[in-house]
């Protein structure tokens, strides 16, 4: 089956304790994503990557790392998490090259983060 | 800036009444618009793309319009279920995707 995977679903996690949140998608797409959710705000992009060691930022990045070594993963680092990271976050793949946004995106479940 | 609107009071509908709910946008020429539909705790999922030259796009129960003059979109379900309760996304293609804040939408049986 078609699809990505983001884990974990939840977590809850104490200011400053690096943590990484992992995605991958097994649709051999070049281009993912990940977002960030909080009410009023919408969905808010953090990074992209259009391909294998191509990485940039989104609209709000700061406090965030990724990278892209293989093309099915694109795992989200949080170095030192702060409470204002918390926020359901989503990861999306598609075999867009990202350039055109002319195909669909596909979205994981979802991963909710607690920063207390 | 660049800046998308959906009308973030919700929309309750009486089941078989048809939901139509509005997209706007400034300050953007997207190639393309996208919606999606967005269940409680889950992931966007993807429902249709129209492109900047379409009027209009249908999928089953679902029709999308495109007005590059106006920049809006409008999306309407048709004979609208309980099943269709959702918050629905547009979201404009440029060179990423851009989404807006959604609208919930509620049919009562």
Known sequence: EAQVTQNPRYLITVTGKKLTVTCSQNMNHEYMSWYRQDPGLGLRQIYYSMNVEVTDKGDVPEGYKVSRKEKRNFPLILESPSPNQTSLYFCASSPGTGVIWNTEAFFGQGTRLTVV | ?109
């Open chain 2, 1 to 109: 800036s660049q800046k998308i609107e959906q009308n973030s009071e919700a929309l309750n509908i009486q089941e078989g009444k048809t939901a139509t709910l509005t997209c706007n946008y400034t300050n953007y020429s997207p190639a393309y618009l996208q919606w999606y539909r967005q269940d409680p705790g889950r992931g966007p999922v993807f429902l249709l793309l129209i492109r900047e030259n379409e009027k209009e796009k249908r999928k089953e129960r679902l029709k999308v319009t495109f007005d590059t003059t106006l920049k809006q979109s409008l999306f309407h379900i048709t004979a609208s279920q309980p099943a269709d309760s959702a918050t629905y996304l547009c979201a404009l293609a440029g060179n990423k995707l851009t989404f807006g804040g959604g609208t919930r939408v509620l049919v009562k049986p």
